[in-house]
């Protein structure tokens, strides 16, 4: 079984930064996809960012493209998210997830059978 767990929320101001991180257990996490999801209050949970398990390929939504950045380090078995210029609707609970990497695009909330607890980032205006 694998478990991740997120660190890094926190309260900005809107334009500031936060760096998310996401550790794994066990030893297969080079050969995961990881991906980043969000939560906000009343709305579904939406897909933010994800990465191949080598790092040679990454997936962004198009509302965080060019602020957000995902990356791994699959020494330290830790999947990371940057996220800069924030907003206010940023505003959410943030989830890591993770899968044995396939070739399937990696948008799809159900095909992550690995989850994190949630980190808490809000965005003040």
């Known amino acids: 079984q694998v478990q991740l767990t997120e660190s890094g929320g926190g309260l900005v101001q809107a334009g500031g930064s936060l760096r998310l991180s996401c550790v794994a257990s066990g030893r297969l996490f080079n050969t995961y996809t990881m991906v980043w999801f969000r939560q906000a209050p009343g709305k579904e949970r939406e897909f933010v960012a994800g990465?191949?398990?080598?790092?040679?390929?990454?997936y962004y939504a198009d509302s965080v493209k060019g602020r957000f950045t995902i990356s791994r380090d699959n020494a330290k078995n830790t999947s990371y998210l940057q996220m800069n210029s924030l907003k206010p609707e940023d505003t959410a609970v943030y989830y890591c997830?993770?899968?044995?990497?396939?070739?399937?695009?990696?948008?799809?909330?159900?095909?992550?059978?690995?989850w994190g607890q949630g980190t808490q980032v809000t965005v003040s205006s």
């Open positions: 997830a993770g899968r044995q990497w396939d070739a399937r695009q990696p948008m799809g909330v159900r095909s992550y059978p690995y």
């Open positions: 990465i191949n398990y080598s790092g040679s390929t990454t």
